[in-house]
C-alpha cells in the first residue's frame, strides 16, 4: 500500500505564496497518478492539480481553471514526494488540502473517485 503525508499548509495573507508538500511511501512510485484537491466547509471536495508519472522521468501537469496560472505542481524522485507550489493566493483558496495517489492511468484526473489512497489534509487560510 502507499501512505501519504501532507505538510506546508498555514495561515497566510491574500496575495502571499504558500508550498505544501506530500510524501508519499510505496513501491512502484514513478508509476503513480498523482493530484491536490481542496475542501472547503459545506462544500464538495474540488480538483486543483494533477501530475501523470511516466518511465524515463517524463510526466505531465494538469491544472483547474481556477488555479491555472498561479500554482505549480513538481516533484523530486529521490524523496518520493511532491509539491504544490501555491502563488498570488485569494481568500477563496481557503481550504483543506488532500494529497491523493492511484496506480496507472485515471480515467480523467479531476475526478477524486478516480485515486484511490488519500493523505489527512492540510489546513490552508487566506486571509484578506
Known amino acids: 500500500q502507499v501512505q501519504l503525508v501532507e505538510s506546508g499548509g498555514g495561515l497566510v495573507q491574500a496575495g502571499g505564496s504558500l508550498r505544501l508538500s506530500c510524501a508519499a511511501s510505496?513501491?512502484?512510485?514513478?508509476?503513480?497518478?498523482m493530484g491536490w484537491f481542496r475542501q472547503a466547509p459545506g462544500k464538495e471536495r474540488e480538483f486543483v492539480a494533477a501530475m501523470s508519472w511516466n518511465v524515463g522521468s517524463t510526466y505531465y501537469a494538469y491544472y483547474a481553471d481556477s488555479v491555472k496560472g498561479r500554482f505549480t505542481i513538481s516533484r523530486d524522485n529521490a524523496k518520493n514526494t511532491v509539491y504544490l507550489q501555491m502563488a498570488s493566493l485569494k481568500p477563496e483558496d481557503t481550504a483543506v488540502y488532500y494529497c491523493?495517489?492511484?496506480?496507472?492511468?485515471?480515467?480523467?484526473?479531476?475526478?477524486?473517485?478516480?485515486?484511490?489512497?488519500w493523505g489527512q489534509g492540510t489546513q490552508v487560510i487566506v486571509s484578506s
Open positions: 491523493a495517489a492511484r496506480s496507472g492511468v485515471p480515467t480523467t484526473y479531476s475526478q477524486a473517485h478516480e485515486y484511490r489512497y
Open positions: 510505496g513501491r512502484a512510485f514513478s508509476s503513480y497518478a
